[in-house]
């Protein structure tokens, strides 16, 4: 079945550093979505990335989809002790007539030293 | 709007109690789904439904039920509790299919 591969982890950044995680499929995907879940909350929805090598910036995050829609990857500028939580993507396969199944990551922890 | 509700907060069950983790969203969404969530394994599909009357399996639906009689609401039913089944318990819903879920507080559950 689909895989959906993260990496790293864990990533433990001092503030002001740049962050970055990874998303792989062992498929090809609909299209990615993003989201983050602060230590306790839950998961909240980020962005989604539909067309092969789209690009998408938000303030200091810029998202990637690859262009065979296999990857993607977060990017984050200048981290601060806000960015701290856990960032998942999630990719959706669609399968001939179903409603298509998505997929998340195991995730990527990001924590912020002052 | 409230968005997605999600009550209890905690759970403390004993192996075979029976309970069912109440949803509820306000968004008219038609979509709503089940996750569980364990450390370190991101999210687990457990149900879903395409709306009032349907609902189908995700990736990990032994030992649960749905059912979905309202747009707004979709209960997960556990019906013979077991220490697997220890976990934090997600709904969440959307208005189209797998697509910008919106994700209720969760529900913290433990299987003694």
């Known amino acids: 079945g689909q895989q959906v591969m993260q990496i790293p982890q864990y990533q433990h950044v001092q503030e002001g550093e740049d962050f970055t995680t990874y998303c792989n499929s062992s498929t090809t995907l609909s299209n990615i979505q993003w989201y983050k879940q602060r230590p306790g909350g839950h998961p909240v929805f980020l962005i989604q990335?539909?067309?092969?090598?789209e690009v998408k910036k938000q303030k200091r995050l810029t998202f990637q989809f690859g262009e065979a829609k296999k990857n993607s990857s977060l990017h984050i500028t200048a981290t601060q002790t806000t960015d701290v939580g856990t960032y998942f993507c999630?990719?959706?396969?669609?399968?001939?007539?179903?409603?298509?199944?998505?997929?998340f990551g195991k995730g990527t922890k990001l924590s912020v030293k002052p | 709007n409230a968005g997605v509700t999600q009550t209890p907060k905690f759970r403390i069950l004993k192996i075979g109690q029976s309970m069912t983790l109440q949803c509820t969203q306000d968004m008219n969404h038609n979509y709503m789904y089940w996750y569980r969530q364990d450390p370190g394994m991101g999210l687990k599909l457990i149900y879903y439904?395409?709306?009032?009357?349907?609902?189908d399996k995700g990736e990990v639906p032994n030992g649960y039920n749905v059912s979905r009689s309202t747009t707004e609401d979709f209960p997960l039913r556990l019906e013979l509790a077991a220490p697997s089944q220890t976990s934090v318990y997600f709904c969440a819903s959307s208005y189209s299919s797998h697509r910008l879920l919106y994700f209720g507080p969760g529900t913290r559950l433990t299987v003694l």
């Open positions: 990335l539909v067309k092969s090598g």
């Open positions: 439904s395409v709306g009032a009357g349907i609902t």
């Open positions: 999630a990719g959706l396969e669609r399968d001939g007539g179903s409603q298509g199944n998505l997929i």
